[in-house]
């Protein structure tokens, strides 16, 4: 077992009750789908796979609206979780990031969400790509939702407690140590100007939009438990930051959607 594997098997049990269940992770989910249906997501696909597919929330989500879904993750710890939910009709398999290309992949859209992608650098993730691209079809959609260089909210909190040292933590290429679930992970933050270039030449990019600008990291929950009015107000300006592309790179994480040329 690789190293990040073990680590995000560290991270399945409490997965759901840190992030998916979270105040945070749910409204910062609702945003992803609010763009996917700004692009009529549903009409234009009919099947998904999935990679980092985690405990499987977007997965469940998908099969109810009727698309057919393979859903992988590097952690077999995660595909447990994921399947003992009870959730029939879903193709559910642990799938390493090097074992991509021997895949066979043929959904009309393929959809990584919430930084699974943060956790390679920027050559191995032109290498994703390049190996996407060459299973989608003309029209095929890829469905990216990552963490840039820089995140406003998370820039306020440490500012706030003056920890100067950390709000430019994200801008570099090396890996960041990023504590989940109590486990340091090795993360890398990807702009959007970058990912951009890496899939420029096979996908036209149909949308770049920002993910939780003004609501926080999910790591953050804590910090907000009591103040569920700030919260809200958040997610109200949050649906008004939605409109400007340009916050992408100031945002938790962002989406970017790009069709196959």
């Known amino acids: 077992m690789s190293v990040k594997k073990q680590l995000f098997d560290n991270a399945a049990a409490s997965y759901d009750t840190t992030f998916t269940k979270s105040h945070i992770g ?12 700004q692009i009529d997501f549903f009409k234009r696909v009919k099947s998904v796979f999935e ?3 985690g405990t499987g929330a977007d997965a469940t989500y998908f099969h109810e609206n009727g698309l057919e879904v393979t859903a992988t993750d ?5 595909i447990e979780a994921a ?14 990031f090097s074992k991509l290309a021997e895949q066979e992949i043929t959904a009309d ?3 990584s969400n919430f930084g699974g992608l943060n956790c390679v650098p920027g050559d191995e993730l032109k290498t994703i790509a390049s190996t996407i691209s060459n299973k989608q079809q003309k029209g095929d959609l890829i469905i ?3 963490m840039p260089r820089f995140c406003f909210m998370e820039g306020m909190y440490f500012l706030s407690r003056l920890k100067f040292g950390k709000l430019f933590r994200r801008n570099t290429a ?5 504590n989940v679930d109590g486990t340091a992970v090795e993360t890398f933050y990807h702009s959007p100007r970058f990912v951009k270039r890496v899939l420029n030449d096979t996908y036209k990019i ?13 790591y953050l929950e804590g910090f907000f438990k009591n103040k569920w009015f700030l919260l809200n107000f958040l997610n109200r300006l949050e649906k008004i930051a939605g409109r400007m592309s340009f916050l992408s790179g100031w945002s938790d994480h962002y989406i970017i959607i790009g069709v196959k040329k």
């Open 74 to 78: 590097r952690s077999t710890k995660m």
């Open 206 to 218: 149909e949308k770049v939009k920002p993910v939780a600008f003004f609501l926080p990291p999910s």
């Open 26 to 37: 749910r409204f910062q989910r609702a945003r992803v789908y609010s763009y996917l249906s």
């Open 144 to 146: 990216w939702v990552i």
């Open 109 to 111: 859209a393929l959809f």
């Open 51 to 53: 990679i980092n597919c």
């Open 83 to 96: 399947k003992n939910k009870g959730t029939t009709g879903i193709n559910f398999f642990p799938l390493d």
């Open 174 to 178: 090396k890996a960041v140590a990023v």
